[in-house]
């Protein structure tokens, strides 16, 4: 089973300024890896797919990178409704797994 | 317009079992990969089963031979039968489109289900 070890756990910043998130895979997915954004109460979201392409209706701000182990979450400019949870996903192996989560919340 | 809507999720007592709901419409599930994910009180999300365009399935391995996806085409609805509930299975569990075998494009709102005595 890939292991995705998202790091940090929580990350504290204000409005406006910019977020990296990390997502490692114990083995390399290639591109396989999408990110998701849950708000409490709500089902998650999809953001990125395949490592770095948007999916439909989400801002320019969000941006995936990296490939193989490493893939890295940016938030460019963070609005008031980005501060959430926020999941990495993989589908290279069965089971398709997801990270543990980062909590983006407001310092 | 794609909406998920699942329901069927009650308090169930140990060893007792359940069958969940997910009503589509804006896709067809028969031509669509369909999946179950649950997320347990505070935390992460869980992948379960997917069941393919083709009927075939695949589980994970907490929930193999116990739960069992499956659809109605007249209903446009997936299932999911869940048997010898335990306390562990206490969860929102969500239906999602399962895009290309991917990545997941469209959730439900999510049902609650409680196991405890």
């Known amino acids: 089973e890939i292991v995705l070890t998202q790091s940090p756990a929580t990350l504290s910043l204000s409005p406006g300024e910019r977020a990296t998130l990390s997502c490692r895979a114990s083995?390399?997915?290639?591109?396989?890896l999408a990110w998701y954004q849950q708000k409490p109460g709500q089902a998650p979201r999809l953001l990125v797919y395949d490592a770095s392409s948007r999916a439909t209706g989400i801002p320019a701000r969000f941006s995936g990178s990296g490939s193989g182990t490493d893939f890295t979450l940016t938030i460019s400019s963070l609005e008031p409704e980005d501060f959430a949870v926020y999941y990495c996903q993989q589908r290279t192996n069965w089971p398709l797994t997801f990270g543990g989560g980062t909590k983006v919340e407001i310092k | 317009e794609v909406q998920l809507v699942e329901t069927g999720g009650v308090l169930i007592q140990p060893g007792g079992s359940l069958r969940l709901s997910c009503a589509a419409s804006g896709l067809n599930v028969s031509n669509s990969y369909m999946s179950w994910v649950r997320q347990a009180p505070g935390e992460g999300l869980d992948w379960l089963s997917v069941i393919y365009s083709d009927g075939s399935t695949s589980y994970a391995e907490s929930v193999k031979g116990r739960f069992t996806i499956s659809r109605d085409r007249s209903k446009n609805t997936v299932f999911f039968q869940m048997n010898s509930l335990k306390a562990e299975d206490t969860a929102v569990y969500y239906c999602a489109s399962f895009f290309a075998a991917k990545f997941f494009d469209y959730w439900g709102r999510g049902t609650l289900v409680t196991v405890s005595s």
């Open positions: 083995q390399s997915v290639s591109i396989s």
